[in-house]
């Protein structure tokens, strides 16, 4: 069974997700994960959103138009919204849990969030539970991102999926916010460790520095063995979705959409010489 290999938009930057749905079947891809962004919020990347927590079903059905006329599948949504220690955090990711499942998907990734104390980390935890039953009534896993908190590394993520214990609450692995975040980390280890938990990958070069924004094509970072996180992961039953998430480079200036394909392209070829898609 050959692996889903798939695309997150903000790949293409400012272009975003229609940029992503024009392109991807050229890069060789067929497999995409799209954001539901909370409305009347910015991205960081300039993008305009096809799916906010304002959309209706005419909105959804013209973005299944949309990835039908150009040959894609959706491979999951992403639902990033804040911290669900917020109640209204909570709220807003049960809306887009909604929207998701009308979207078809079966794999959504959010943030598991923060905690400052015991008392925090017990309500974050009776939070989550909730958003892991919501998700649970709509036939989806809820993956947590890679992000400051409970999940920022594989020792947190250990406890955390451990605490939890939770069939819908499962892991969205990112192999360069490991760096980002973490000092004197290994990005083979600390995956080979959670491996049974993740369900969804981000696949992000870097070149090992924390706090660097520096996520180019795969392959052209040097922190992350590609070949070895393919290992690891195929080992464990995983077939994706490895999902491509390349967000550029601090300082390097506007791209144009050619530019913003060519890292896909670039990134597609390295996953290829490491077997991803055989």
């Known amino acids: 069974m050959q692996a889903i290999i798939s695309c997150f938009t903000n790949s293409y930057g400012r272009f975003g997700a229609r940029g992503a749905i024009e392109n991807l079947r050229d ?7 799209l954001p539901i962004r909370t409305a009347g919020t910015e991205s960081i990347f300039g993008d305009e959103p096809l799916v906010t927590t304002e ?26 919204s804040g911290n669900p220690l917020d109640p209204q955090v909570v709220d807003v990711t049960q809306r887009k849990l ?21 008392e925090q980390l017990e309500q974050l935890y009776d ?15 809820y993956c947590f991102e890679t992000h400051p908190g409970i ?20 892991l969205n692995f990112d192999t360069a916010n490991l760096f980002y975040y973490n000092t004197n980390v ?16 981000h696949l992000k070069d870097c070149m090992g520095t924390p706090g660097e924004w520096y996520f180019p094509a795969l392959g052209y970072g040097g922190a992350v063995d590609f070949l070895q996180v393919l290992q690891i992961m195929r080992d464990s039953g995983f077939r994706g979705p490895y999902s491509l998430e390349l967000e550029g480079i601090r300082g390097e200036g506007e791209l144009s959409l ?21």
């Open 258 to 278: 050619e530019q913003y394909q060519q890292r896909v392209l670039d990134s597609v070829d390295t996953l290829k010489s490491c077997g991803y898609f055989d």
């Open 55 to 80: 959309s209706t079903p005419e909105d959804l059905n013209l973005v299944g138009r949309m990835l039908n006329d150009h040959g894609l599948k959706l491979s999951s949504c992403n639902i990033t």
């Open 151 to 170: 999940c920022v590394n594989h020792h947190y993520m250990l406890r955390t999926m451990q605490d939890l214990d939770h069939p819908h609450l499962k």
């Open 186 to 201: 290994c990005c083979e280890v600390a995956l080979a460790k959670v491996c049974p938990y993740v369900k969804h990958l």
């Open 127 to 141: 939070n989550l539970r909730q958003i892991g039953d919501y998700a649970a009534g709509k036939g989806i896993i």
């Open 98 to 118: 909604d929207l998701a499942a009308e979207l078809g998907v079966s794999l959504v990734v959010g943030g598991a969030g923060e905690a400052e104390d015991d």
């Open 27 to 33: 890069a060789g891809l067929e497999y995409l994960e």
